[in-house]
């Protein structure tokens, strides 16, 4: 698990795309000391496994579903990444927990000045978009954020002059396609609740006693 607070932005050293599946180095550098195999990093949002590593740097595989959900496929040498790695327990969950499984891609619409910060609209699928609410988290390249406004089809954020400068997102044009992971918690409650809304009474809908009766 992750908390969608970027702890460095790498940079992609080498990236090797064959037969649908790719490897990828990235140099870390000093904020991630002892990287060792097997640990879980999360590159823009993606969850990756260390198979390689050295000081200040690592390799990862990125398969073939990772390719196609994410936009790794579009990295090459020289692309700056966020990465992250994953929290201990003891760790101040300062963001919101994210898993590193991207949900869908989405596109920025719209960037506009608000003061010092940055306002972006998304545009991403509707089947995504339902478990985005207002005020609600959002990782979108694995950066924690908060939703100001959402709609069916798309979701605006305020970025910080912070997060502008130590993140990839300073550089998000009109355009630009992003990983979204959205709340894990919004898609248990529509798993677990889906069912009870189609077998609830038409009249009064779900209500209190029915979800009582249902054991919730």
Known sequence: MFTGLIQVVGQVTAAGLKNGQMRLTV????????IVLGESIAMNGACLTVEAAGP??????????????????GLKAGS????????????RLG????SGHVDC?????????????????LALPAEHARFVVAKGSVALDGVSLTVNECGPDWLCVNVIPATLDNTTIGGWRPGDKVNVETDVI??????????????????GG????????HGF
Not at 27 to 34: D, E
Not at 186 to 203: E, M, W
């Open 186 to 203: 919004a898609k248990y409650v529509v798993k677990l609740i889906g069912p009870l809304s189609q077998s609830a009474p038409k009249s």
């Open 56 to 73: 200040g740097e690592f390799s990862a595989y990125v398969s073939g579903e990772s390719l196609d959900k994410t936009t790794l496929g």
């Open 80 to 91: 700056k990444v966020n990465l992250e790695r994953a929290m201990a327990l003891s760790d």
């Open 95 to 98: 963001g919101h927990l994210v």
């Open 27 to 34: 140099r870390a550098g000093q904020a991630f000391p002892g």
């Open 105 to 121: 891609l989405a596109q920025v619409s719209e960037r506009t000045g608000a003061g010092e910060s940055v306002r972006f609209t």
């Open 206 to 213: 779900i209500t209190p006693e029915f979800l009582k009766e």
